[in-house]
């Protein structure tokens, strides 16, 4: 089968098309015919080789979630699986390709109304910025401000926090354009990246969501207000300054937090429950996925190249 693997580190021209045999499921997996592959920011993190040190190496298959038709089980799974069109986790890799295999319980069936590219586009981002909010104890009524709002959890984050009631709901973009489409989908307020701009916009938020991180992340302690959460869901502007816990201290007085949140925390029926409830929301309309571009497997790194270029808003998918 064909897979996209990364050949060498650093720029997208390091992902390379190859051969692999075909896979067979083990006990307690299925296989999946792809049709839909989300190429996500942790992707492009793993292929510039910032988390070798974790482990990753070099030959690396990236993509977390694929969706598909199942196509033979492994032991131990119930055979009323095969045929059934499901959204899959493959954990930190194994994702672009034309078939997969995934553990059952990292598999769900996806409602009737709902397409194999919306599934990937929702199904790892909507769980993140629902956990999200909630690790950062966001209540009705309260202020909250994404940073980084244009990507697939920024577009999720945006919907839910004003869904959920959120006095104001403010974003950080790039332009305009982006902006309005925010708004579009519940932002009330448009900020430029470094969090300025936004006439009426409040002076402090009560929450902030930051999918960004990078050099300049500490600065948005200052636009937390006293009691404020700042909740980390990603880092795909590299890693915050080694001192950046200096800046929360110099405002000690005010009882700011900060906190990381991994999906990889949650329980499984927990991840299940809330996906579940998401894709019957997308599906009757009530969530809304954006995607900004289909592209063929085989071009994996061009979908990179977007991604580093900043000009993607929502989620590329992949097909087969």
Do not use: C
Request: hydrophobic fraction near 45%; charged fraction near 15%.
């Amino acid at each position: 089968m064909k897979a996209v693997a990364i050949q060498a580190f650093g720029g997208p021209e390091g992902l390379a098309v190859i051969d692999l045999p075909d896979p067979s499921p083990a006990g307690g997996q299925v296989l999946i015919a792809v049709e839909a592959i989300g190429v996500g920011g942790v992707d492009a993190v793993i292929r510039r080789g910032a988390l070798a040190a974790y482990g990753f190496e070099e030959g690396h298959v990236p993509g977390g979630e694929v969706a598909g038709t199942v196509t033979a089980v492994g032991g131990g799974v119930d055979t009323s699986w095969v045929g059934r069109r499901v959204w899959a986790f493959t954990g930190v890799g194994g994702g672009y390709v034309e078939q997969a295999v995934a553990q059952i319980g990292e598999v769900l069936p996806l409602p009737a109304n709902l397409s194999a590219v919306d599934a990937v586009t929702l199904g790892s981002s909507g769980v993140v910025a629902h956990f999200g909010l909630s690790h950062a104890h966001f209540a009705p009524g309260e202020s909250v401000l994404v940073r980084g709002a244009a990507g697939s959890i920024g577009i999720m984050t945006v919907q839910l926090a004003a869904r959920g009631g959120a006095g104001a709901v403010a974003v950080t973009t790039s332009s305009a354009e982006r902006g309005e489409r925010l708004r579009g989908l519940g932002a009330t307020h448009v900020l430029d990246r470094s969090g300025e701009g936004g006439r009426d916009a409040p002076a402090g938020y009560d929450v902030i969501i930051d999918i960004v991180a990078g050099a300049h992340m500490p600065s948005f302690f200052a636009r937390l207000n006293p009691n404020g959460r700042l909740v980390a869901v990603g880092a795909v502007g590299g890693m915050p300054p080694a001192d950046f816990g200096t800046e929360m201290m110099a405002a000690f007085q005010r009882s700011l937090s900060f906190a990381t949140f991994s999906a990889a925390t949650v329980a499984g029926p927990e991840l299940r429950a809330v996906r579940t409830a998401q894709f019957a929301a997308a599906g009757g309309g009530e969530l809304h996925t954006v995607v900004h571009e289909l592209l063929p497997l085989g071009q994996a790194a061009l979908a990179h190249r977007k991604m580093d270029a900043g000009e993607v808003f929502g989620r590329i998918v992949l097909t087969t």
